[in-house]
């Protein structure tokens, strides 16, 4: 669930905004001055920030200053001036968008929405700098650890990880179930080879849009499993 951070000091359009980001299944904090907010900023791990502009203390400028040092999370200023708005653009302040008053809680939603998405997909191609592999719709990043298919991320178990790790560096190779039981189960000749089955059938319900019929891992019948490339 992302975490959204709201600094405005008008408690009837901060309570407005906290509702209807809370329906929309945000986790939302409220900070009520520049000062407050810019503390929570720092230290509450945010994944976007809605700031207002005239704020007591220190004004949405300078608070969008400050963070901007610090963090690169998108940041909506929220502005009831028109003057505000060619600052906000002259300026290069650092916001990654803004929104007047008075505006339509649901719009809000769909920005927060929108920035949120932007983000999250730039943070993924950053990730992807490092030791991937890329088959089909599959890719996999060794050092961080994660598997996307198709663009939607998989939570895998670290043995379905290493399991597919070593498939996807053997690709069209055919292994039984002995030898991949040796290659991911850490060479436990007495270990139980009915797990390597488990482990396929758990990671095709992952991995493949139909596991009753796999196109990546699939079984070549009396000698064992390839993954298909
Ligand atoms: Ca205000």
Same mark, same amino acid.
Request: with cysteine.
């Given at each position: 669930?992302?975490?959204? =951070? ?5 408690? %009837?359009?901060?309570? =407005?905004?906290?509702? @209807?980001? /809370?329906? %929309?299944?945000? $986790?939302?904090? =409220? ?6 907010? @810019?503390? +929570?900023?720092?230290?509450?791990? &945010?994944? +976007? ?14 608070? +969008?200053?400050?963070?901007? /040092? ?18 906000? *653009?002259?300026?290069? =302040?650092?916001?990654?968008? @803004? ?11 769909? *920005?927060?929405? %929108?920035?949120?998405?932007? &983000? $999250? ?33 998989? *939570?895998?178990?670290?043995? /379905?990880?290493?399991? +597919?790790? #070593? #498939?996807? /560096? ?14 991911? !189960?850490?060479?436990? @000749? &007495?270990?139980?080879? %009915? ?25 070549? !019948?009396?000698?064992? &499993?390839?993954?298909?490339?």
């Amino acid at each position: 669930m992302a975490k959204i =951070l709201i600094v405005e000091d008008e408690e %009837a359009i901060a309570d =407005l905004e906290k509702d @209807y980001l /809370e329906n %929309a299944s945000f $986790q939302v904090d =409220l900070a009520i001055d520049g000062e407050q907010g @810019y503390h +929570l900023a720092l230290t509450g791990k &945010y994944d +976007l920030i809605i700031l207002d502009v005239m704020l007591p203390k220190m004004d949405g400028f300078t608070l +969008l200053k400050k963070i901007r /040092e610090d963090q690169n999370i998108p940041i909506l200023l929220v502005t009831a001036k028109k003057e505000d708005i060619d600052k906000i *653009r002259g300026l290069g =302040l650092g916001a990654d968008d @803004y929104i007047t008053k008075p505006f339509s809680p649901g719009e809000l939603v769909a *920005r927060v929405k %929108a920035h949120l998405n932007r &983000y $999250q997909s730039i943070i993924e191609d950053r990730d992807f700098t490092g030791d991937v592999l890329h088959i089909r719709g599959i890719k996999l990043d060794k050092t961080a650890r994660r598997v996307f298919v198709s663009g939607q991320e998989k *939570r895998l178990t670290t043995k /379905e990880f290493d399991l +597919l790790l #070593f #498939f996807m /560096e053997h690709p069209n190779q055919v292994f039984t179930k002995e030898e991949l039981f040796k290659e991911v !189960w850490d060479n436990d @000749y &007495y270990g139980d080879i %009915a797990t390597v089955v488990v482990h396929i059938k758990k990671l095709r319900e992952k991995i493949e849009a139909d596991p009753v019929n796999p196109q990546y891992i699939v079984t070549v !019948w009396g000698c064992g &499993y390839r993954f298909k490339v």
